[in-house]
């Protein structure tokens, strides 16, 4: 069978130990791009070909598979972009390692803004009053951005509406004696709901090749989490898109959550699966696709609550082993793909 470019791909980049995250950072690509050229979904830019050819070290010709192709000499264009125009471009990064330092300018920027809106309608507020409702709606924010929790949306509410009630836009009908003990108890609400989740059994993180498996920008700060053990393994996303192929000798369990963003599973590199595997799979305001491989077969237990889950493709006649999938869906789309 013939090679397709995918196929060249994704061996090039094994053969050098780069996760899909990490070649999609040296090219300035997202990992669904990469992702998406290695299943032949779609193919590289023709101006980001000689970008991966010279990643792998090898020649165009190699990567497109025309080695010994003979072709005429091409004429050498100029780059068109001139340094003024490079030197005026602008360039954005957002990730965990910087979110801390972005919230708190948005808390400062929030809080001088409203109190300055409040001097310039004559309203009767204090600086105090723009300070904590800001400091609630930026921390809850925050929280959100790392993964889906009460607290985090509890915050978000309480310091929205008391901007808007301190600053007499709108205002419930409650005793002020009672505002502050009902923080307490909603927040205090919100993080017992958070610490009876179910817990995770301790994991670590490993490396093949002497890189970590996982999402991780080229600066080694984590973009979004996944954590393998002997049998098992953890994948989490919030906010963000990203791509994670996990590679275990033998699949017993595993955990998937998706908020606000969109995460793909690969667990094509699973070689075998225990006789009671589970997988449970958790997608809220968000996209995610598992990927399955044919050998296995999948019996989801599906819930979803204004959300869509479905199953592209049918496994093989006799599969070789079978994941029991517990997947729930709100507001959001899971798609079980067979690959």
């Known amino acids: 069978m013939e090679q397709t470019l995918g196929n060249r791909i994704s061996e090039n980049r094994k053969r050098l130990g780069l996760t899909q995250d990490a070649l999609a950072e040296k090219l300035g690509v997202t990992a669904q791009a990469v992702s998406k050229w290695e299943n032949d979904q779609s193919c590289p830019d023709i101006t ?15 990567l497109l598979g025309r080695e010994n192709t003979q072709v005429h000499t091409a004429e050498v264009v100029a780059d068109t972009v001139s340094e003024e125009e490079k030197k005026s471009s602008w ?3 957002w990730d965990a390692g910087r979110k801390g330092s972005i919230f708190f300018a948005l808390f400062v920027i929030l809080t001088g803004g409203l ?3 409040a001097r310039i309608k004559n309203l009767d507020v204090s600086f105090w009053s723009m300070l904590w409702p ?11 951005t790392k ?22 836009i709108w205002e419930l009908s409650i005793d002020s004696s009672l505002i502050f003990p009902g923080i307490v108890v909603l927040v205090g609400i919100s993080l017992l709901v958070d610490a009876l989740k179910k817990p995770r059994k301790p994991r670590f993180r490993i490396s093949r090749n002497g890189v970590k498996l996982g999402s991780e920008n080229s600066d080694g700060k984590t973009k979004s989490h996944c954590e393998t053990d002997a049998d098992s393994f953890t994948c989490n996303l919030s906010f963000g898109e990203d791509t994670h192929y996990i590679t275990l000798p033998v699949l017993e369990s595993g955990e998937i959550n998706c908020s606000f963003g969109e995460l793909t599973v690969d667990l094509s590199g699973c070689e075998t699966l225990a006789e009671d595997c589970e997988v449970e799979a958790s997608c ?8 399955v491989p044919k050998r296995f077969r999948i019996e989801p237990e599906s819930s979803t609550a204004f959300g869509d889950i479905s199953i592209l493709g049918q496994p093989d006649p006799i599969p070789r082993g079978t994941i029991r999938l517990d997947a729930n869906a709100s507001f959001g789309e899971i798609e079980i793909r067979y690959v």
């Open 48 to 62: 980001t070909l000689p970008k991966l050819a010279d990643i792998f070290g090898i020649s165009t010709d190699a």
């Open 91 to 93: 360039e954005f990064h």
């Open 115 to 117: 109190t300055i809106f």
């Open 134 to 144: 800001s400091f609630l709606l930026c921390f809850g924010i925050h929280k959100l």
């Open 147 to 168: 993964e889906f929790s009460v607290a985090g949306i509890v915050s978000t509410i309480l310091g929205g509406y008391f901007i808007v009630a301190n600053l007499g």
């Open 284 to 291: 809220s305001f968000g996209s995610l696709e598992l990927r």
